[in-house]
């Protein structure tokens, strides 16, 4: 089974710290998406990054897909204690295939 | 525009019985995933519906495990003579024809005694 290594699995930091969150494999996938899932919920897709180098922002949050298309980052600036939540990373080997995910950074945001 | 439901969110249930988990997709989404989350987990994949193409059953645990879906709608999960080991969130995700981003339902929580 190709494994998605999540790194740090738990994360506390107080609000306006930036931190991020890092995602590697030793396989190669056709994308990886982020997911956020808070207690009680399915997971909530955020992004999906398809281009090796591929650099995406969404407001506080940027994702980068790396080179090789192996691993990926998820940077949060000046994190509020709304981004408290499970980030998942999932790969895909292409279109409708089974995604495969990491085990999760659990991030607590301290006012 | 209703997202993915799945019923019941919550199921307890004894060692030895057999359970079903629903799950109803987005409407025109051809693809239907079942994954697993036990706790401090990450999603393990489970089985995967692609229209009307034989189902990728690889993910399935034991032949325990069993799932069904009508054409492009509604799915079943059902879990035979559950044990112990089987409590975890069950979730159910679809997404579009040739689509890489999967949208999940909220999970059913199943607890075996």
């Known amino acids: 089974t190709q494994l998605l290594e999540q790194s740090p699995q738990f994360l506390s930091i107080q609000e306006g710290e930036n931190l991020t969150v890092y995602c590697n494999s030793s396989?190669?996938?056709?994308?990886l998406q982020w997911y956020r899932q808070e207690p009680g919920e399915g997971p909530v897709l955020l992004v999906t990054v398809v281009t090796g180098g591929e650099v995406k922002k969404l407001k506080r949050l940027t994702f980068q897909f790396g080179d090789a298309r192996k691993d990926s980052s998820l940077h949060i600036t000046a994190a509020q204690p709304g981004d408290t939540g499970l980030y998942l990373c999932a790969g895909a080997r292409s279109g409708n295939t089974p995604l495969v995910f990491g085990k999760g950074t659990r991030l607590s945001v301290i006012a | 525009g209703a997202g993915v439901s799945q019923s019941p969110s919550n199921k307890v249930t004894e060692k030895g019985k057999d359970v079903e988990l629903r799950c109803d997709p987005i409407s025109g989404h051809t693809a239907l995933y079942w994954y697993r989350q036990r706790l401090g987990q990450g999603l393990e994949f489970l089985i995967y519906?692609?229209?009307?193409?034989?189902?990728?059953k690889s993910g399935l645990p034991s032949d325990r495990f069993s799932a069904e879906r009508t054409g492009e709608s509604v799915s079943t999960l059902t879990i035979q003579r559950t044990q112990q080991e089987d409590s975890a969130v069950y979730l159910c995700?679809?997404?579009?024809?040739?689509?890489?981003?999967?949208?999940f339902g909220p999970g059913t929580r199943l607890t075996v005694l």
């Open positions: 396989s190669v996938f056709s994308s």
């Open positions: 995700a679809s997404s579009l024809y040739g689509g890489v981003e999967q949208f």
């Open positions: 519906f692609q229209g009307n193409s034989a189902p990728d």
